[in-house]
């Protein structure tokens, strides 16, 4: 059996640790103990529910499945990275930076502008497929850098909480939902980061 312990940890939160793959460094996993593998699960769950319904995973990590061992259950997935040539020739291949780390860093008017067309087509995309994302904040959401430009990846908390999942089905109802949580996370998104302000995101929806 492999020990996933064994690999390099990448992240860790309160109830899971993100391990890279040695051999195949664009995965990694996610694993918990199973005494607290809620989340977990429904995360495992609604993946496979999108695989089923065909939604590309264009603002997501590829999802490569679930992995259990002794005491605890883990899902396998695509470690979300630049996609730009690495100068520098480092290895291993890093982790895109979350939102919170990307803007720890003074940016320029220009990248913000480039940071504020990302996460209006990452709205899009979450309200075009009605995906349910409940971990949207600076901590679960990376800024990748591909040739085209910088992208916004949910890389935790895609799962939904309903016991009864009428907005999973009901388009319109998971729009509503999606709608106030995306106004949550730009309100803190402003207050947190000021110089996000310094472009009106409005305009760049227009754009």
Same mark, same amino acid.
């Given at each position: 059996?492999?020990?996933?312990?064994?690999? $390099?940890? @990448?992240?860790?939160?309160?109830?899971?640790?993100?391990?890279? =793959?040695?051999?195949?460094?664009? $995965?990694?996993?996610? @694993?918990?103990?199973?005494?607290?593998?809620?989340?977990?699960? /429904?995360?495992?769950?609604?993946? /496979?529910?999108?695989?089923?319904?065909?939604?590309?995973?264009?603002? +997501?990590?590829?999802?490569?499945?679930? @992995?259990?061992?002794?005491?605890?259950?883990?899902?396998?997935?695509? +470690?979300?990275?630049? +996609? +730009?040539?690495? &100068?520098?020739?480092?290895?291993?291949?890093?982790?895109?930076?979350?939102?919170?780390?990307?803007? %720890?860093?003074?940016?320029?008017?220009?990248? @913000?502008?480039?940071?504020? &067309?990302?996460? =209006?087509? #990452?709205?899009?995309? #979450?309200? !075009?497929?009605?995906?349910?994302?409940?971990?949207?904040?600076? =901590?679960?959401?990376?800024?990748?850098?591909?040739?085209?430009?910088?992208?916004?990846?949910?890389?935790?908390?895609?799962?939904?909480?309903?016991?009864?999942?009428?907005?999973?089905?009901?388009?319109?109802?998971? !729009? /509503?939902?999606?709608?106030? /949580?995306?106004? !949550?996370?730009?309100?803190?998104?402003?207050?947190?980061?000021?110089?996000?302000?310094?472009?009106?995101?409005?305009?760049?929806?227009? %754009?």
């Amino acid at each position: 059996m492999t020990d996933y312990t064994s690999w $390099r940890v @990448i992240g860790e939160g309160t109830e899971r640790t993100c391990y890279q =793959n040695p051999v195949d460094q664009t $995965r990694c996993v996610k @694993i918990i103990r199973k005494s607290r593998v809620k989340q977990t699960l /429904r995360e495992i769950s609604y993946f /496979r529910y999108l695989i089923g319904r065909g939604v590309p995973f264009d603002h +997501l990590p590829k999802f490569y499945g679930e @992995i259990k061992g002794g005491g605890f259950i883990g899902i396998e997935q695509e +470690l979300v990275h630049d +996609l +730009l040539p690495d &100068k520098r020739g480092t290895s291993p291949i890093q982790a895109s930076p979350t939102i919170r780390q990307y803007m %720890a860093v003074p940016r320029s008017k220009e990248e @913000i502008r480039a940071f504020w &067309k990302a996460v =209006n087509e #990452l709205k899009a995309y #979450l309200l !075009r497929y009605n995906i349910l994302a409940g971990g949207i904040d600076e =901590n679960n959401v990376v800024v990748q850098q591909t040739p085209s430009g910088i992208k916004l990846v949910v890389i935790d908390g895609v799962y939904d909480t309903e016991w009864i999942p009428v907005s999973k089905y009901f388009k319109f109802l998971g !729009r /509503r939902k999606m709608e106030r /949580r995306w106004k !949550r996370f730009l309100y803190w998104l402003k207050i947190d980061f000021p110089q996000v302000n310094l472009v009106d995101p409005l305009a760049e929806s227009q %754009a």
